[in-house]
């Protein structure tokens, strides 16, 4: 049986950290006598520094800044410096010249290899020569277990690689990287994906170079016209907006404005105060359905149809208002005169009874779009105090989700080849991910399968060849993307190469006094089309905002949307439901 002494002294081998704080005088002596036969050999070690005995430390040149630690079975061997406050955990090894800042953690079974064999033909290769470009990791820098930092690499300052990643190239600042080989998954600040520090000048994925320029300009020039494209869609006979100059008023063409102007000039529609805008659209609610109809040709209330066997009511309109109205009121900061008691009503039994019915195979977009709705009522009855739906509604509609999404695709519904492809499928994807995972901060299942089905999808001409995209089909796509893109790299730089395509084609889409027109009809004459109104700006800016924050220059835009396009989650989900936690 081992002594105390002898425990004790490997319980410092894997807990290192606890020897100033926990270590016997016995044991101080023995740490003291170690680090100078360290010096003796040319070492450098600073005060409070921990070498565990049981490490194997061979170095050419060492230099261990204060308040550092090798711990037990750590395999240290070449020129190695650290900055202060650096840590190498168990059975990590580092290995040729490598070199820390300050504050850095190396995982346990991590590997830092400062060197390289060559392999060319002409010799075995034990007998081939070594070569060292060397390892840098800057300040602050969290290397998880069992990474592996291949010769040649500089990783930046703040930077976080996860678990088991192969670092093959430099890495920027702030960069939070995973996989094999490792690829930037986002800036650890929450200021969009990030870069690799290889790339000076020129973002992964982005064959005409930096677009941050190009990006800035933009969004100075949309500010600086949002006056001009609001007012050109008010009607003075009216007292309403239109969605764009000769067509009837809208319900979302006012809310459309209301988000464009919280997002280009911080400030509600110039025409009214946000008292009033908000006044005039909570007097559009339906007391009795919690709805709100489209407006009369009059452009005064409208009346809904009535409702279905279960109370809920058919009208595509009202659905969408759920979202425009919820969320205008919410930047103008009001909300609904209501419950939407349509959701209030439908009993868990209910509502599991109406998913198994919705048109999934024919028309997932149609069923994506009323779980939308749904889920987003659940959440504005909330904000009210209000039950979500009837007992257990809100976890039943995520248990129902879980276990009814296709593995092989990540998506509910199936594709509706060769009409339409995957049309229906990823764009009913967005709507119900929408209002349901992301509108809650849920993690989507099977993310990868997500990535590989959109961008199957978003390589079809159809749809996205040169001037055939819609702001439906090209935000369904960036938006599930985006959303998959917090759960894993996965195909990430061919995620980056097709959102710098779309950004740099829909910067030349703004018409100037005008702003953005929804694009070419969709599949059956669906849409606005070309010419310029509110909705193509709303959606559109949006649309600007996650391929810019796809390819890492989202802050140069100065704004964030905050309505029905939010990126955050807007409320916490059901009890019961596993919420992602974002890392970064």
Not at 111 to 120: D, I, K, M, V
Not at 245 to 265: F, M, N, Q, W
Not at 364 to 374: L, Q
Not at 474 to 491: E, F, K, S
Request: charged share 20%.
């Amino acid at each position: 049986m081992a002594s105390d002494s002898s425990v004790e002294d490997a319980y410092f081998d894997y807990c290192p950290w606890d020897f100033t704080r926990r270590a016997s005088a016995a044991q101080r002596a023995a740490q003291t006598a170690r680090q100078k036969r360290l010096a003796d050999a040319g070492a450098s070690v600073g005060p409070r520094c921990y070498v565990s005995s049981a490490a194997g430390v061979f170095t050419d040149v060492l230099r261990l800044g204060s308040d550092s630690y090798i711990a037990g079975h750590a395999y240290v061997t070449g020129e190695v410096r650290t900055g202060s406050d650096c840590t190498v955990n168990p059975y990590a090894t580092v290995r040729g010249r490598v070199t820390l800042g300050n504050g850095v953690r190396i995982g346990a079974h991590a590997s830092l290899l400062g060197f390289n064999h060559g392999f060319a033909p002409d010799r075995p290769v034990h007998r081939q020569p070594l070569t060292s470009e060397g390892i840098v990791l800057g300040d602050d820098v969290w290397i998880g277990s069992n990474v592996v930092v291949l010769d040649g690499v500089t990783i930046g300052d703040h930077c976080v690689v996860g678990a088991g990643a192969v670092v093959t190239k430099d890495l920027a600042p702030w960069t939070i990287a995973a996989g094999n080989p490792a690829r930037p998954l986002r800036d650890r600040r929450g200021r969009g994906r990030a870069g690799t520090g290889a790339e000076t000048g020129a973002r992964a994925g982005t064959p005409e170079g930096d677009p941050s320029g190009a990006v800035a300009a933009f969004a100075d020039r949309a500010r600086e016209q949002a006056a001009d494209v609001l007012a050109r869609c008010w009607s003075e006979n009216t007292g309403r907006y239109s969605d764009r100059p000769g067509v009837p008023a809208t319900v979302r063409a006012h809310c459309d404005a209301v988000e464009i102007s919280a997002l280009l000039l911080g400030a509600p529609p110039g025409r009214m105060s946000a008292a009033e805008h908000a006044g005039r659209l909570r007097a559009l609610q339906d007391p009795a359905s919690g709805l709100v109809p489209e407006l009369s040709p009059g452009g005064g209330p409208g009346e809904l149809p009535p409702p279905a066997h279960d109370g809920w009511i058919e009208d595509g309109g009202a659905e969408y208002h759920v979202l425009s109205v919820g969320y205008a009121l919410e930047l103008l900061g009001s909300c609904f005169a209501h419950p939407v008691r349509v959701v209030e009503r439908l009993s868990a039994d209910q509502l599991l009874s109406r998913l198994e019915a919705l048109p999934w195979r024919e028309r997932a977009w149609s069923a994506g779009a009323w779980v939308d709705c749904w889920a987003t009522g659940a959440y504005r009855n909330r904000e009210l105090g209000c039950e979500a739906g009837g007992p257990g509604a809100l976890e039943a509609l995520f248990g129902w989700l879980g276990t009814r999404v296709d593995p092989w695709t990540g998506m509910w519904g199936a594709a509706t080849a060769p009409a339409a492809g995957r049309l229906q499928l990823v764009n009913g994807y967005y709507r119900l991910t929408r209002g349901s995972f992301a509108q809650f901060g849920v993690q989507v299942p099977y993310p990868e399968r997500v990535v590989d089905t959109v961008l199957a999808h978003a390589a079809d001409p159809r749809w996205f060849a040169e001037g055939r995209q819609n702001a439906c089909n090209v935000l369904d796509v960036a938006h599930p993307l985006w959303l998959a893109g917090w759960q894993t790299g996965h195909r990430a730089d061919e995620v980056r190469e097709w959102a710098s395509r779309q950004l740099n084609g829909a910067l030349g889409r703004w018409r100037d006094g005008a702003g953005f027109g929804f694009g070419p009809a969709g599949e059956g004459g669906s849409g606005p089309g070309r010419d310029p109104g509110l909705q193509g700006t709303e959606m559109w800016l949006a649309i600007v905002w996650l391929l810019a924050d796809l390819v890492g220059v989202a802050d140069e835009l100065g704004y964030r949307p905050r309505g029905v396009h939010r990126p955050e989650p807007a409320g916490p989900p059901a009890s019961g439901v596993t919420v992602f936690s974002r890392p970064w």
